[in-house]
């Protein structure tokens, strides 16, 4: 290969060009800091091919998945977003604190109404404190299906990588793929009241690989050099599904995690649930071959039905045979709980001298899947969950429901009716949450709805315990807190006991998306110094729908530093 460009180079090409950059990059100097990147992305539908069949997608600038957001920390990011698409939609910025920038988070309803067809909206929000992998997606019905990219934030200039430095890194980017539109899915699940179908494929940059039908080509690729060291961007987008990835033949070591340095960490295969980044070292240290990178699934609730075709891209060494057959990744089985635990075992947090010891405010939450009765005159149409219900998911089992305005909009101005600040610290009643929970669907497993928020003080230390509940089924949840990074203090099997919970102030990870193990509970720290409206939610997209969601309010601090701004100029209204 050639004498790679340099990131200045690079940065400079995509702020003008925004060209595609799934493939390599290498970046042997950062860029200049603290500057303004202006993005422009026009969403709006575009035709692709798959799995035999033709279909249009809803994509941003002509790209699925769309262009990569690259950045410095520290540096100020401009998008104007303009809808071209037939559907409303939101842009959110998954893993950015959003620091004192709540207005431009994306959630919709929750901090802004929809962009509406022909409308536009300008997301500002700087980069503070923060550097790693990120993404962005559509935060508004299940429209993230397509609607996704990479966001990539470089250390400051002169700040070095705490590992060896790569050889070239890649965006690596799962997802899945429906043939049916995925606006239209959401609305036909939730209208049958019950379960969503499985995707018709997995995707690893968009491409679904050679398992699946017509997709022989369809495949993502990375050459590489043997002997040299990959830096692989790990990005789980998939909707509503959990999915391994592994190599074969090859070890990864994590060095990241949700945009946070980690110890380093090396094993066989990762799991990421929706919404989760991770950053991983390979090193091309194998014979001279074609290798599969794999992607599968990871399902952990029982009797759900779910894609068990696994997508393959390919890890290809430069001089080997171009059509020879790759070596076959091994991926562990669907409901393999423990590979999962290995992995989390081992995350270990870099820089984590800022663990809260002490707290203010402790939640206890439940979380987990309901089964309602049927309140429907065509009850074979819209009640297809167990036992004829129709499903529902909570927290605290309340089943939040979005209003018709946004919360922050709301909150900001006073305007009464829209939400209520009574979401409980804690269920109304203690029990077995895993083993004893209620069963008899839908008789004693039906949630109460509401639009329920926490209202914390500034500056209050935080402790969440999220406890799984076996109400239907026990089921690993990735957990995603808008406005904010947590320490993951604890974790483990069974109900939480505070007595008995062994829980790491000394070296935890620093995430945005916890997966709660199934059956089991997780202990998140923060301190709630970023003042706005911050929604708290499964990242399984039907389980959002169905209500398994809450929204946190934090209050102003003292001064402009530690008070949210007044809303922008151009923002949507619902």
Known sequence: MGNPPSSFMILCLLSLMMSFAYTALSVPNWPGGRTTRFYDFKVHTMTVNKLCNTKEIVAVNNMYPGPVVYAQQGDRIIVKVTNESPYNVTIHWHGVRQILSCWFDGPSYITQCPIQPGQSFTYEFTLVRQKGTFFWHAHVSWLRGTVYGAIVVYPKTGVPYPFPYPYEEHIVILGEYWLQDVVQLE??????????????????????????????????????????????????????????????????????????????????????????????????????????????????????????????????????????????????????NLAVKTVMDGLRGLNTSNVPKEIDTNLFVTIGVNVNKCRSKTPQQNCQGINNGTMAASMNNISFIKPTVSVLEAYYKGIEGFFTEDFPEAPLRFYDFVNGAPNNAPVDTNSMNG????????????????????????????????????????????????????????????????????????????????????????????????????????????????????????????
């Open 187 to 336: 609305r036909q699940v939730l209208a049958s009241g019950g379960g969503p179908p499985p995707s018709n494929a997995y995707t690893i940059n968009g491409h679904p690989g050679p398992n699946y039908n017509c997709s022989a080509n369809d495949v993502y690729k990375i050459e590489v050099v043997p002997g040299k060291t990959y830096l692989l961007r790990l990005i789980n987008a998939g909707l509503n599904m959990e999915n391994f990835f592994a190599i074969a033949n090859h070890k990864l070591t994590i060095v990241e995690a949700d945009a946070e340095y980690t110890k380093p960490f090396t094993t066989d295969r990762v799991m990421l649930g929706p919404g989760q980044t991770m950053i991983v070292l390979v090193t091309a240290d194998q014979p001279i071959g074609k290798y599969s990178m794999a992607m599968g699934p990871y399902m952990s609730a029982q009797g759900a039905p779910f894609q068990n075709i696994s997508a393959i891209a390919y890890f290809q060494y430069l001089g080997a045979v171009p059509n020879s057959i790759s070596l076959p990744a091994r991926l562990p089985n669907f409901n393999d």
């Open 451 to 574: 639009t329920r928020t926490k209202v914390v003080e500034y500056g209050t230390r935080v402790q969440i315990i999220l406890q799984d509940t076996g109400t239907i089924s026990t089921e690993n949840h990735p957990i995603h807190l808008h406005g904010y990074s947590f320490y993951v203090v604890g974790y483990g099997t069974g109900d939480y006991n505070p007595q008995t919970a062994n829980l790491n102030l000394v070296d935890p990870p620093y995430m945005n998306t916890i997966g709660v193990p199934v059956g089991g509970w997780a202990a998140i720290r923060f301190v709630a110094d970023n003042p706005g409206v911050w929604f708290m939610h499964c990242h399984l997209d039907v389980h959002q729908s169905w209500g398994l969601a809450t929204v946190l309010i934090v209050k102003n601090g003292k001064g402009h530093l530690e008070t949210l701004p007044h809303p922008p100029a151009d923002l949507p209204r619902c």
